[in-house]
């Protein structure tokens, strides 16, 4: 059975730092682009950061480009999303999804092959 199992979330104040982990398992994960996406109640779902099969270039919203890295380790089926100097407006659900697609299609929310079920962060005034 395929599946993407999101953790790491939580409460942390303004400033502070969370690492996410998306541990993937049922399916060839190093054939699929991976990316993280975060959705705040009320508003659609956004790509973040997306990246192609292998651990290199990107795609970065410029609402977290140089505060948050996206990374991939195949041998372990895990990608992670490394998020720096949080504040309330990265509030939201965060998830991450493959696809089958160039990286940067995968941000755009074309082609999505699979998501996870999301982990909430909660950044604190």
């Known amino acids: 059975e395929v599946q993407l199992v999101e953790s790491g979330g939580g409460l942390v104040q303004t400033g502070g730092s969370l690492r996410l982990s998306c541990t993937t398992s049922?399916?060839?994960?190093?054939?699929?682009?991976v990316g993280w996406f975060r959705q705040v109640a009320g508003k659609e779902r956004e790509g973040i950061l997306c990246?192609?099969?292998?651990?290199?270039?990107?795609y970065s919203a410029d609402s977290v480009k140089g505060r948050f890295t996206i990374s991939r380790d195949n041998a372990k089926n895990t990608a992670y999303l490394q998020m720096n100097s949080l504040t309330p407006e990265d509030t939201a659900v965060y998830y991450c999804?493959?696809?089958?697609?160039?990286?940067?299609?995968?941000?755009?929310?074309?082609?999505?092959?699979?998501w996870g079920q999301g982990t909430q962060v909660t950044v604190s005034s």
């Open positions: 999804a493959v696809a089958q697609a160039p990286f940067v299609r995968l941000c755009m929310r074309r082609g999505i092959d699979y």
């Open positions: 049922g399916f060839a994960f190093d054939d699929y682009a």
């Open positions: 990246m192609g099969t292998s651990d290199g270039a990107t």
